[in-house]
């Protein structure tokens, strides 16, 4: 699935222990205080595949609201 500019892959990890791994759509890696990430693996061993992806929702906005996306850095800059 997809939300708000990243893909999102539930994945069981053991039995009934559910995570999340989100990657940008436009296959750009994430950067965090400048360390660049192809994919993030997020949240806790959750019950279901929905709670693992409702995490992992939580955790895009939150580096949405941290971040600025590449191309809205450049427009920025050429302005």
């Not at 990243?6 to 965090?32: C, M, N, Q, T, Y």
């Not at 660049?36 to 019950?47: D, K, N, R």
């Not at 609201?65 to 427009?75: A, D, G, M, T």
Request: aromatic share 10%.
């Amino acid at each position: 699935m997809t939300y708000n500019g990243f893909k999102i892959d539930a994945f069981e990890l053991g039995k009934g222990l559910w995570h999340a791994r989100i990657r940008r759509e436009d296959s750009e890696p994430v950067v965090i205080d400048g360390v660049s990430f192809p994919e993030l693996e997020v949240g806790f061993a959750w019950s279901d595949a929905e709670a693992a992806i409702a995490d992992a929702k939580t955790r895009i906005d939150y580096l949405n609201r941290r971040s600025v996306l590449p191309e809205q850095k450049r427009r920025t800059a050429h302005a």
